[in-house]
């Protein structure tokens, strides 16, 4: 499973975190930002299957998008 929201497309992001300490440079401050991703249960189906359970990002879970979404 990609660490990414099905609705939105919100993905993993690189950050930079710069640490000058008195002239020692050291540039491997680089890390991996990750989305939130929760479990969401989907809506039943018409037919009275369940819609099963998906990871969003707390954005989308916020907002309801999830209610609408079609897997």
Known sequence: ?????????KG??????RVLLRGKYNPT?????YPNLQWATLPARTGGTSGGRI?????CLKK?????FKK
Do not use: F, H, N
């Open 64 to 68: 309801g998008k999830y209610l609408s």
């Open 55 to 59: 990871k969003i990002c707390t954005d």
């Open 29 to 33: 401050k680089k890390t991996r930002k």
């Open 12 to 17: 993993t992001q690189m950050g930079v975190k």
């Open 1 to 9: 499973m990609a660490k990414e929201c099905p609705i939105c497309k």
